[in-house]
């Protein structure tokens, strides 16, 4: 059985994130979806808050599973019988710091393989921080993420429903 982890932050998960998982779900038995707890980034969703919106969104693939993560990345791979981790490449800006990952990874952990998947050029663009950006500014996020989650994202970072400039 191939085991493959897709890790990240997504805080919060978005329809490129979405993409990867169900592609991946696709080539691997089974994905386990990671999210990072102790990130050195600070992060606008709790772990409980990321880990619940990606159940609502992709809870129901058979053989996904999300889980939280501490730590090393190669660690929860091993912990979870994994032997590659997936990651998504959007553009060339991406490359470098993912290169410089998946060869670290390589290097403490060479039973684990990191595998990227090409983004679907409509997803391009998209991330989570552009996503929070335009939530923040009480704009229009649902070409961005699943309609499921789309009202928490916005009553969590623009609580108080004024559009931006409104006194
Ligand atoms: O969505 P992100 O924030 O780009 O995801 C980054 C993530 C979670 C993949 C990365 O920060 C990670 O793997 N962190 C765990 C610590 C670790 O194992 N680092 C790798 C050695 S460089």
């Known amino acids: ?3 493959a982890v897709y890790p990240g932050s997504f805080d919060p998960v978005t ?3 979405l993409d990867v998982i169900k592609r991946a779900a696709t080539i691997f038995d089974k994905l386990i979806v990671g999210v990072l707890v102790n990130s050195a980034k ?5 772990p409980n808050e990321r ?3 990606l159940r609502r969104v992709a ?3 058979e053989n996904v599973e999300i889980r939280h993560f501490n730590g090393l990345l190669v660690d929860f791979c091993r912990e979870n019988g994994a032997s590659v981790i997936v990651k998504g490449l959007r553009a060339v800006s991406d490359f ?3 290169f410089q990952m998946a060869l670290t990874n390589r290097k403490i952990a060479n039973d684990v ?5 090409t983004t679907t050029p409509e997803y391009m663009y998209l991330s989570s921080s552009i996503v929070r950006e335009v939530a923040r500014y009480g704009g229009d996020i649902s070409d961005f993420v699943s309609s499921e989650i789309e009202d928490e994202i916005k009553s969590k970072l623009f609580p108080r429903g004024e559009k931006a400039g409104e006194m």
Request: hydrophobic share 45%; proline share 0%; aromatic share 12%.
């Open 1 to 3: 059985m191939k085991i």
């Open 15 to 17: 329809l490129g994130h």
């Open 42 to 46: 600070t992060s606008a969703f709790s």
């Open 51 to 53: 880990v619940d919106m």
């Open 59 to 61: 809870g129901e693939l």
């Open 96 to 98: 470098e710091y993912e």
């Open 113 to 117: 393989d990191t595998v990227f998947l």
